[in-house]
């Protein structure tokens, strides 16, 4: 059952019916101001972090669900009738109802009594603010005596405190209502400089800024008591719950329509020029107020929404691509690439499923991420490399995340993941190919516990490789130090405690538990750098990381192989995890994925078993399991992963972060139907018919798909922010379409699904444009047409800035 439509014409989802599974969400701003949005006008914005920066209130776990917003009523003057056109949180009954989710921007419409209401919501490109632009126009016969209603619930900044800090933070809210412009500004008295502001273009016939005025005494948001009363109490907040609430009335005659524009934005003034008249404390808002009066007009507004969508036709026309499938096309053309964006932006600190306020930046998850974003904002992706890199320590280990606002890093979550390093090799490696800009390498970029050193760049990524050779163990396998890529396999742990953070908990030492995956990854790692330090003069050490590869990969093929599929690990007491020894838990996703795309066991078939045994014990039509059999008790030598019941997270869902590993294993072993097969079990767009099951957006990868163990199975849930969002990128342009950038020039090189004649493409890659055109050769690709002349190989060299080069494949005499 679907719950609406993709519109790709528009790059939109159309929601028809408010009540969706779950409230499903959009993201309005990528930059610094950013905010979520669901289909029925919930979410929270905030400026740069969701914890320390949060403007407004959102009520995670509430009752009922998706509580907090950006809300809206109206009201029949007349009748005294008055209902939120986005349906919440007043939830009438409505005679018509749409939600569009677009990129950056969403629009919800509704009708009631003949009055039509459509509000556009949105960021425009380099401000700090978010416009509401609300049209509403009288549909009826006579004429309509209409008031609006809006409300915001502010929240006292540290989004933390602000859940928690009551004794104190009831006695601290302070606003000011100026020229129908309503300013929080709390703590503003003392050590912070940024105010929150919140207008309307109308004249104000009142106003509210003490929430428990605006909705009287033991009354929710489905009922304020302003509203019901029509009249504003004009109330000034002094502590409590400071508000937002602008009340605005106008007639409308049949016909016709208004436009009533509301901006909620973020301002800092500089700390000399905080007050007006200086020595007051009154906000001084000579800076603030000619931005609020340009924004409030129509058409400013009209000239950045067109902004908006230009700069995303802009960064989408990287690569387009024109499949025989449409969930492929939409996926590759609009949603994937969206979802990567967002996720970059925002790490894994604000969804439905984040509170935005335990995870900022993750290193490894950033380091992801980048590898799905590099290509839409190559100087975005360069400065995260270098803020992430600066979170790196001296030994080579890395600070497991950083507060976006303050980018110092912290071990709130943990730390020792001995994973993280060698996800920057790739970040940068994806980073290098993309872009050829190789000068980043010689940026100097200190270590977080030592600051006054200050090596260059390309030392953080030899010293993220050394960092796994100097941290062996017995077998010579990566120790796996608190966890690796699976943050639920705490091998050093023993927690018996109840409550106990598996995460920031150590019991024992960790010098024999050690990674299978971590070695697949360094194989990686280690393979990526060599060509890297090559072209940078530095060929002993390529050769020493080349040789390095080759004897983890023997180790690999020694130790880590099971017989018929890769291990996973040793536990502390040296047993193997993820053995056909053990009756649960006797293969994991991970190391399949990896070990295959690091090369090991490509020649000697051990790849291709190991594949095939994916095939056979994980694979389910709703996506690969991250292990088999599911665990159905704790094990204190395993930690979190057997934490959970069998068939979420990390003990068998479907990940589907790892799912894409194997799509990229197996376009290397040249099986497109194989791969392209794995592809669209979880690709959203696939599933959205089955709404109902999968529950999620339709439009975004959700992290985990319940797997086979779970009473739900198919039920999606933490959608959005997921490195599956880059990593089903890659997969399906990079290895299944097989368009790759390398360092010296664009590689075509696809694995298709036997059934498909082709596919074309158009590729922006350093600065000129490929126009690709593949006839499905069926089998792998050994010559490429280039403006008509043929090349070996699958490389197209790169072509000067501004060329526009064709290539076709695959056509006669091809193959
Ligand atoms: C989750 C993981 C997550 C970890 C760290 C676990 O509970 O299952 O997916 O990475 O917590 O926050
Ligand atoms: C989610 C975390 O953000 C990511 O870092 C981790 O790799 C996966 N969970 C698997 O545990």
Known sequence: MRYGYFDDEHREYVITRPDTPLPWLNYLGTDAYVGIISNTAGGYSCYRDARLRRLTRYRYNGVPADSGGRYLYLRDNRSGEYWSPSWQPTRGDLDSYECRHGLSYTRISSARLGVRAETLYFVPPGETLEVWRLRVRNERGGPADLSVFSSVEFCLWDAQDDATNFQRNYSTGEVEVDGGVIYHKTEYRE?????????????????????????????????????????????????????????????????????????????????????????????????????????????????????????????????????????????????????????????????????????????????????????????????????????????????????????????????????????????????????????????????????????????????????????????????????????????????????????????????????????????????????????????????????????????????????????????????????????????????????????????????????????????????????????????????????YPPGYKENGSVFCHTNPWVMIAEAMAGRGDAAFGYYQRINPSVREEISEVHRCEPYVYAQMIAGRDAPAQGEAKNSWLTGTAAWNLVAITQWILGIRAELDGLRVDPVLPAAWPGFTATRRFRGATYQISVRNPGTRLTHLEVDGRRIEGTLVPLAPPGATVHVTAGGQGQG
């Open 191 to 643: 050590r912070r400089d940024h105010f929150a502001y919140f207008a309307c273009s109308e004249p104000l016939t009142g106003f509210d800024t003490q929430r428990e005025e605006f909705l009287g005494p033991y009354r929710g948001w489905d009922r304020p008591l302003a509203v019901e009363r029509g009249e504003s109490a004009n109330s000034v907040a002094h502590g409590w719950a400071p508000h937002g609430s602008h009340h605005v009335r106008f007639l409308l005659a049949p016909g016709e329509t208004k436009e009533v524009i509301f901006l909620l934005g973020y301002w800092e003034n500089p700390r000399e020029a905080k007050f007006d008249p200086p020595g007051s404390q009154i906000l001084n808002k000579a800076l603030v107020r000619p931005v609020i009066d340009r924004w409030l007009r129509p058409e400013t507004v009209a000239e950045g929404f067109r902004q908006l969508r230009e700069s995303w036709s802009s960064r989408l026309s990287v690569l387009q691509v024109g499949t025989p499938d449409q969930d492929t096309n939409r996926m590759v053309n609009i949603w994937n690439p969206y979802q990567c964006m967002v996720t970059f932006a925002m790490s894994r600190s604000v969804s439905l499923f984040e509170s935005g306020i335990s995870r900022g930046i993750g290193f490894r998850d950033s380091c992801q991420d980048l590898l799905g974003f590099v290509q839409l904002a190559p100087g975005r992706a360069r400065a995260r490399i270098l803020d992430l890199a600066a979170t790196q320590l001296a030994s080579g280990g890395a600070y497991h995340q950083y507060q976006p606002l303050t980018k110092t890093g912290n071990d709130a979550i943990g730390s020792g993941f001995n994973d993280d390093p060698l996800w920057l090799v790739l970040g940068v490696a994806a980073y290098l190919k993309e872009t050829g800009d190789e000068a980043i390498l010689d940026e100097p970029v200190p270590y977080a516990d030592a600051a006054d050193v200050r090596p260059p760049l390309q030392e953080h990524l030899e010293r993220s490789l050394r960092y796994t050779l100097d941290r062996l163990g017995p077998h010579q396998l990566p120790l796996i130090g608190r966890a690796d890529w699976n943050d639920c396999l705490n091998l050093n742990c023993f927690s018996a405690e109840p409550g106990q953070s598996f995460q920031t908990t150590e019991n024992v030492a960790g010098d024999t538990a050690e990674s299978v995956f971590i070695g697949g990854l360094f194989v990686l790692a280690a393979r990526e750098y060599a060509p890297i330090a090559e072209r940078r003069g530095r060929a002993a050490e390529a050769r020493c990381y080349r040789a390095e590869a080759e004897k983890m990969a023997a180790v690999i093929a020694e130790h880590g192989w099971d017989g018929a599929w890769f291990r996973r690990a040793y536990d502390h007491s040296g047993r193997a995890v993820g053995s056909a020894a053990d009756d649960e838990g006797q293969i994991f996703i991970e190391p399949q994925g990896i070990c295959v795309m690091s090369g090991v066991g490509i020649d000697d078939g051990m790849a291709v078993r190991a594949l095939d045994s994916v095939r056979e014990r994980l694979a389910t039509s709703h996506g690969i399991l991250l292990l088999q059999p599911a665990y159905t008790s704790y094990h204190l030598e395993l930690g979190e992963i057997s934490s």
